[in-house]
């Protein structure tokens, strides 16, 4: 593009393409939560699928979301969802084992 | 051979009985007494049982009546022993009844089973009545599962708040764009790049990154290679992020970096922000607080407000950068200025490894990156977002500015003699780890040189490498020693 007037300073002879910089810096530096928040889910959902406690499933159904909503848009949803659907199965076989509801601790 | 049949009669019928006793008077069985008497029929047992549980009955319900009829017991312990059958069947029945009850008692307690509880019970009669609360899941309503409502009722909080927060960024992004698209395409012939595609043709919208981080990457211009613009919203779709900034409050923030060419800027560094900005970027950027050791300082002397403070390299490029214009744009916008940093030696923030100091001076690039708070504190509206637009246009100002800045003589060489001086500290300290990363440079070559005579078959071969390997280290020593001497001369 030829040389246009003194007052645009647009060149498209310049142009440098866009390069993602999260692929040089470690992405988990940036913001830790929804990882942390994934596996507390997963630990909460074992815990509540082994120890049959019916609040540590209901936890793990929160934290699998927040994870959710604070996922990165370059993260896996496969992940995502299999931690979504343990957290669900966690809390149907609590409820399918013992159906009482659930007695707050106070 | 009968027997077990005729003993499943009376056993229906105790079962039957059971229960139809409890509650009345049973005249058949009155007659049972004669039967006391150990008969040699084969019901004796079972008739005994059957009296015993048909007088128990009766105890249960009378109890009351026989509080009443207690002083009567001592004149009828007398005709304890005498058999009722002689006509108490009608009258006193209930004496008759207190008369079982001390008959039995005298008799051995096991010989009587639940009789005791039926003492209990007869006890029980005169509490007022326990009702139980029958366990919640066996009970038909809903009520019981409030917790679980509870529950439920929170997730759908959440995700109504991830809707709404998810919307609302979104609408923001959008607003800036479209107040800023105009003087950005005016400026760059490429607006907006998500580095997938094959030709460099603007997308003309934001990346999103996040539900809260938008990125718009311009380039195409005089002056400068790229600008990175970061819209770094609040997590206004995450509900527990909503609530703790119930509590501390926080700014949706715009972060644009530019970077630049070899030619497109001198050798200065310089900082203007907020104090507690500043201080954050001394401590913690590398190229900050390599060139820049002094604390702080004021800008009142060019006008500045009390709120922002300069860190600059040497006093001359804080009067070369703060020329009227600029001193203009950040006093009509110093609410919004988190911080404006200039730079040749960025290297963004500074690198902790957990052995120490790395071996490498990190890369540096010549930067502009500048923070700007958007106004609101947390409560923007899309309508904010045009407040924002004299602050591109500083941006755009900077960058021409940059360019035509240059240090005269002296002030180049003071930035030259700090660059030299940076360097050779950073050499001094990673000296040891540099000597040491050579040895086991050279142990490890050694060893491999060795194994590959150990696993050399020939004998004759391995002999002559070997022969080799110590002529190489002779040689070694040899040139160390001449070193030495060479040294020892030079002192003397």
């Not at chain 1, 934290?63 to 343990?86: G, P, V, W, Y």
């Not at chain 2, 309508?383 to 004299?390: A, E, N, Q, V």
Request: some cysteine; charged content about 30%.
């Amino acid at each position: 593009m030829s040389f246009n007037s003194l007052s645009d300073p647009r060149r498209v002879n310049k142009i440098i393409r866009y390069k993602a910089p999260s692929s040089d810096s470690n992405p988990t530096l940036e913001d830790p939560t929804p990882d942390y928040m994934n596996l507390l889910g997963m630990v909460f959902s074992m815990c509540g699928l082994m120890l049959k406690l019916k609040w540590c499933a209901w936890i793990a159904v929160y934290c699998s979301f927040i994870s959710f909503a604070n996922s990165r848009s370059s993260e896996d949803t496969k992940q995502m969802m299999s931690s979504f659907m343990l957290s669900i199965s966690a809390v149907v076989m609590s409820y399918l084992q013992n159906p009482q509801p659930m007695s707050p601790p106070w | 051979m009968g027997s077990p049949r005729l003993l499943l009669i009376p056993a229906l019928l105790l079962l039957l009985a059971l229960p139809y006793s409890k509650g009345r008077y049973n005249e058949e069985f009155d007659d049972g007494e004669d039967l006391a008497d150990f008969d040699d029929n084969d019901f004796a047992e079972f008739e005994d049982m059957n009296d015993d549980s048909a007088a128990e009955a009766e105890t249960a319900p009378p109890s009351r009546a026989s509080l009443a009829s207690q002083p009567e017991e001592d004149e009828d312990e007398d005709e304890a022993t005498v058999e009722l059958e002689d006509g108490l069947d009608g009258d006193g029945f209930e004496d008759s009844e207190t008369q079982d009850q001390d008959m039995y008692s005298k008799y051995d307690q096991e010989e009587f089973e639940g009789i005791g509880d039926m003492e209990k019970t007869g006890h029980s009669m005169k509490d007022p009545l326990i009702i139980h609360t029958v366990p919640a899941h066996l009970q038909n309503s809903w009520e019981s599962y409030y917790m679980e409502i509870l529950m439920v009722t929170g997730l759908l909080a959440y995700i109504m708040n991830y809707l709404i927060g998810k919307n609302k960024n979104s609408r923001l992004a959008q607003a800036w764009f479209d107040s800023h698209r105009e003087l950005l395409e005016s400026n760059f012939s490429l607006v907006g790049d998500d580095g997938t595609s094959k030709e460099g043709v603007s997308t003309g919208k934001l990346n999103q990154e996040n539900e809260h981080i938008y990125n718009l990457w311009c380039s195409g211009r005089v002056c400068c290679e790229g600008m990175l613009i970061q819209l770094k919203f609040l997590k206004r779709q995450d509900l527990l992020n909503v609530l703790a900034r119930m509590m501390r409050p926080v700014c949706d923030q715009v972060q644009i970096k530019v970077t630049l060419n070899e030619d497109d800027m001198d050798t200065f560094v310089f900082a203007v922000g907020t104090k507690k900005a500043m201080a954050k970027l001394q401590k913690e950027m590398q190229d900050m607080s390599e060139f820049c050791g002094d604390k702080p300082k004021s800008g009142a002397k060019f006008g500045l407000p009390d709120s922002l403070s300069i860190l600059s390299e040497m006093g001359e490029v804080t009067d070369g950068v703060m020329d009227n214009k600029m001193v203009h744009y950040i006093t009509n916008n110093a609410e919004k200025i988190e911080s404006i940093q200039f730079s040749d030696q960025f290297s963004g923030p500074k690198v902790t490894q957990e052995e120490g100091q790395p071996l490498k001076l990190p890369e540096t690039k010549k930067t502009l990156l500048f923070t700007f708070n958007v106004p609101g504190m947390g409560n923007t509206s899309p309508k904010d977002m045009d407040s924002l637009l004299p602050l591109m246009n500083m941006v755009i100002y900077s960058i021409d500015k940059v360019k035509k800045l240059r240090l005269n003589r002296e002030g180049k060489m003071k930035a030259d003699r700090n660059r030299a001086r940076v360097e050779e500290n950073f050499l001094k300290q990673t000296h040891a780890q540099r000597q040491e990363a050579a040895q086991t440079r050279r142990e490890d070559k050694k060893r491999a040189e060795k194994e590959k005579i150990m696993n050399e078959e020939d004998p004759e071969r391995q002999r002559r490498l070997e022969e080799a390997s110590q002529r190489r280290d002779q040689k070694k020593i040899e040139k160390k020693q001449m070193k030495m001497k060479q040294i020892k001369v030079k002192a003397m």
